[in-house]
């Protein structure tokens, strides 16, 4: 499979975002139990970004409940305490370098530190929070592996993803959407 057709396969006419955070690619054996808990992982700290960032935009309005928002906070702020402290319990992995990519709900192109055969599976990391240093950890597939002046760039297919995460990976994907035209908005 070529860039082009990969670029198809993973954007689609789905949202893309392009950032620069801390990701990679780590190819790994396809073993059932090991992806549903990376689901259920990416899955839970997606909500809880996704209830920690709403609630700082949260305007007054008759139907906002002040004792459920912060709740929910509160809630948010616990789930994420213990992906913190599960990670620390977890042994040291070094950090994932830096890179410039573009990624929708269906998959990414991240740079590679190799070139990959096409049809290799494995786990894609990203930080996707500045503020919290925890990755989310989606299965995906190699669909592409083009070597360029810059390096290998690596076209991934995410799968395969509960319909829950899917759906959280969308909306997350969708506020770094928003973020990012309200940013290009402001007078600098």
């Not at 410039?100 to 070139?115: F, I, N, Q, Y």
């Not at 597939?141 to 810059?150: E, F, I, Q, R």
């Not at 760039?153 to 995460?165: D, V």
Request: glycine share 6%.
């Amino acid at each position: 499979m070529n860039a082009d057709t990969a670029r198809g396969e993973v954007f689609g006419d789905a949202l893309a975002c392009e950032e620069t955070r801390p990701a990679g690619f780590q190819p790994c054996t396809s073993d059932p139990a090991r992806l549903r808990a990376a689901c259920l992982r990416s899955e839970g700290l997606l909500r809880a970004l996704a209830v920690v960032e709403d609630s700082r935009g949260v305007e007054e309005n008759e139907e906002y409940d002040p004792g459920t928002a912060a709740l929910n906070r509160l809630e948010a702020k616990v789930d994420l305490l213990t992906a913190l402290v599960a990670r620390l319990a977890r042994t040291q992995e070094p950090a994932d370098p830096i890179r410039a990519l573009r990624w929708s709900a269906l998959g990414v192109c991240v740079p590679g530190d190799t070139a990959t055969a096409p049809g290799t599976t494995g786990i894609f990391r990203i930080q996707p929070s500045d503020w919290l240093p925890e990755s989310l950890e989606l299965p995906a597939t190699v669909l592409a592996s083009v070597t360029d002046g810059d390096g290998p760039q690596l076209w991934l297919r995410f799968g395969p993803l509960t319909p829950t995460l899917e759906s959280a990976l969308e909306r997350h994907l969708f506020r770094v959407h928003r973020r990012a035209i309200a940013e290009s908005r402001r007078p600098r």
